[in-house]
């Protein structure tokens, strides 16, 4: 999959923010030496490299429904919240160059 210049400006923009946030219990991954894009979209989403796209559909979902910041009563946590969720977007339109499941770019 040949990503475009745009889903990867959008994953490292959805990722600048995030750096020393913690996402899961761990610290963020950011991209290492040698690692793509499509790489590290699929850590952020829990997947494994040979990911189908029902499963990164399905892996979207849940982390999005679980990030959303409407979730979240407390300002400073809906923040982080909404932090997170566009880092999971970012990754899902890496992944699929769709902004959500059952869209067309």
């Known amino acids: 999959m040949d990503l475009g210049e745009e889903e990867v400006k959008a994953l490292?923009?959805?990722?600048?923010?995030?750096?020393?946030n913690e996402y899961d219990g761990d610290k963020l991954p950011?991209?290492?030496?040698?690692?793509?894009?499509?790489?590290?979209?699929?850590?952020?989403?829990?997947?494994?490299?040979?990911?189908?796209?029902?499963?990164?559909?399905?892996?979207f979902q849940k982390k999005r429904m679980a990030a959303h910041p409407d979730r979240e009563p407390d300002p400073e946590k809906k923040k982080a919240a909404e932090a997170k969720l566009k880092?999971?977007?970012?990754?899902?339109?890496?992944?699929?160059?769709?902004?959500?499941?059952?869209?067309?770019?």
């Open 12 to 20: 490292f923009e959805a990722l600048e923010g995030l750096r020393d």
């Open 30 to 59: 950011l991209l290492k030496k040698g690692q793509s894009p499509r790489e590290l979209a699929l850590r952020v989403l829990g997947l494994e490299k040979d990911a189908t796209e029902e499963q990164i559909d399905k892996a």
């Open 87 to 105: 880092e999971i977007q970012a990754a899902y339109m890496t992944l699929t160059g769709k902004r959500s499941p059952g869209r067309k770019r």
